[in-house]
């Protein structure tokens, strides 16, 4: 079993940062890929970003690229996102999610464990 607990969100002005972070515990967190998700009032779960066990590949949803930067420490079991020049659309919650594969996926249903989800509120 997999635990994932999120941390790091925040009410935060529209330009502001602010970094997530997801521990992992109960497997090699290093074998496996890892995402991030987010989820607004009345959406659909949305992939943000992902990242490669050995953290050497990442991918972003376009809406986020170049602002948002996915990581992870394989020693400290975490993953985090570094999210910058935030704007009131990226408000949701959001939810890291682990892969049994080593190789990132952009689907929700392609991840097998899950966080509990942390809210990030952007204010204009």
């Known amino acids: 079993q997999v635990q994932l607990v999120e941390s790091g969100g925040g009410l935060v002005q529209a330009g502001g940062s602010l970094r997530l972070s997801c521990a992992a515990s109960?497997?090699?967190?290093?074998?496996?890929?890892m995402g991030w998700f987010r989820q607004a009032p009345g959406k659909e779960r949305e992939f943000v970003a992902a990242?490669?066990?050995?953290?050497?590949?990442?991918y972003y949803a376009d809406s986020v690229k170049g602002r948002f930067t996915i990581s992870r420490d394989n020693v400290k079991n975490a993953l985090y996102l570094q999210m910058n020049s935030l704007k009131p659309e990226d408000t949701a919650v959001y939810y890291c999610?682990?892969?049994?594969?080593?190789?990132?996926?952009?689907?929700?249903?392609?991840?097998?464990?899950w966080g509990q989800g942390t809210q990030v509120t952007v204010s204009s």
């Open positions: 990242i490669t066990w050995s953290g050497g590949s990442t």
């Open positions: 109960g497997r090699t967190f290093s074998s496996y890929a």
């Open positions: 999610a682990s892969r049994e594969s080593r190789w990132y996926g952009v689907a929700g249903n392609e991840y097998d464990y």
